[in-house]
């Protein structure tokens, strides 16, 4: 595997040209101008990351979810692997099935079948985990739904069910598992956003809402939690999983979209959260990443970048004559979210 670390501090907003040179250096051709990336050799491996730590999953009976539990049992943790959905044809829980995986692998897991989306049955995910184990070191908030429409014709139903799922079930789950990581002075939460939420997106917004709120969350619990040594931090997954598969395809762009995200391996992304349930992320918190591919990104975060004084307060009239034709030029672009990586997964 080739892994490449930006040299320059520049954030690419359009396609970029890359060529590999001599295997060990790749030019970038960014707005006419030239950047170089050191590129070094690494290898993924299985190890003890997170030996004896216990890891509930939610979401982990399929896609995203089940490369987590997977790659969590890998590494040594054991782990409660939380989905309600079931396969059609035999009846049987999708949890139970990622389990056997792990068990056969000789690794430890339970299955839980409980709803994020109320509270006493988030609580009962982590008393499985105490039950069962002994103890919660880590939480990975992965559970989640799609209901996809225009905000004009959105119902309150598709608003509720993924606010409900996104949203309320992660501070659902943290908030349970929140007192023992306080108690044990330690613990980790890792929370899936999305770029539909920090950025935006057509058709979402529920899931948009959603995803920013996840945000907001991660960062209160890191700031509310940091004198206990428990750490919180999100990470926008880019992968083609069986929720995404019901993302619209009807027009052009819609089918570009999905073209895209159908190369992306939801694998890629579980060793990220390892990493940030392990004892080496103990200074990582309150940040966002992204993983898409083989790149991992990360966000910044909102913060003011223009100011204007004027004694006396503003009026409307002085507000569209100074404070906007100031401002305009730092405007962002009202786009959705797939125009962040314009350039192909690599």
Same mark, same amino acid.
């Given at each position: +595997? ?5 040299i ?24 006419s101008?030239?950047f ?14 997170v ?12 896609g ?10 890998? *590494? ?6 939380n ?13 139970e ?15 839980s079948?409980?709803s ?13 985990a ?22 004009? *014709? ?30 044990? *002075? ?14 935006g ?6 899931? =948009?809402a ?7 969350? =991660?960062?209160s ?7 206990? *040594? ?12 069986? +929720? ?24 890629k992304?579980a060793?990220?959260?390892v ?17 898409r ?30 404070v ?10 009202n786009?959705?979210?797939?125009a ?5 997964p690599?």
């Amino acid at each position: +595997m080739v892994v490449f670390e930006w040299i320059n501090r520049h954030t690419l907003h359009q396609r970029a040209s890359v060529h590999i040179m001599q295997r060990r250096s790749v030019l970038i051709l960014y707005r006419s101008e030239l950047f170089y990336i050191n590129a070094y050799r690494t290898e993924t491996r299985v190890s003890d990351f997170v030996r004896d730590k216990v890891v509930v999953v939610t979401g982990a009976g399929a896609g995203i979810g089940r490369d987590f539990a997977l790659q969590f049992a890998a *590494n040594g943790a054991k782990v409660i692997v939380n989905d309600l959905g079931r396969n059609a044809e035999s009846g049987q829980f999708a949890a139970e099935r990622v389990v056997e995986e792990i068990k056969e692998a000789g690794g430890q897991a339970l299955a839980s079948t409980d709803s994020v989306a109320e509270w006493d049955c988030a609580q009962k995910i982590v008393q499985a985990a105490l039950d069962t184990f002994g103890r919660i070191d880590c939480v990975v908030n992965n559970a989640g739904i799609v209901r996809d429409r225009m905000f004009f *014709n959105m119902s309150l139903d598709e608003w509720k069910a993924v606010v409900d799922v996104h949203l309320n079930g992660s501070f659902f789950v943290a908030r349970a598992a929140a007192p023992h990581f306080k108690a044990q *002075n330690g613990g980790s939460f890792v929370h899936m956003t999305s770029t539909s939420g920090l950025i935006g997106n057509i058709g979402q917004a529920n899931y =948009s809402a959603a995803k920013m709120g996840v945000v907001g969350l =991660s960062k209160s619990i890191a700031l509310d939690m940091a004198k206990f *040594n428990v750490r919180s931090n999100c990470i926008a997954p880019w992968a083609w999983t069986a +929720m995404t598969a019901s993302i619209p395809s009807e027009t052009p762009e819609q089918k570009a979209r999905v073209e895209i995200l159908k190369r992306m391996e939801s694998r890629k992304i579980a060793p990220l959260a390892v990493y940030l349930a392990s004892d080496q992320a103990a200074k990582v918190s309150g940040q966002i990443f992204g993983v898409r591919a083989n790149e991992i990104y990360f966000f910044n975060q909102i913060r003011m970048i223009r100011s204007l004084h004027r004694d006396g307060g503003w009026t409307p009239e002085a507000i569209a004559e100074q404070v906007m034709p100031a401002f305009e030029s730092s405007f962002f672009p009202n786009v959705p979210s797939m125009a962040l990586t314009p350039w192909d997964p690599v």
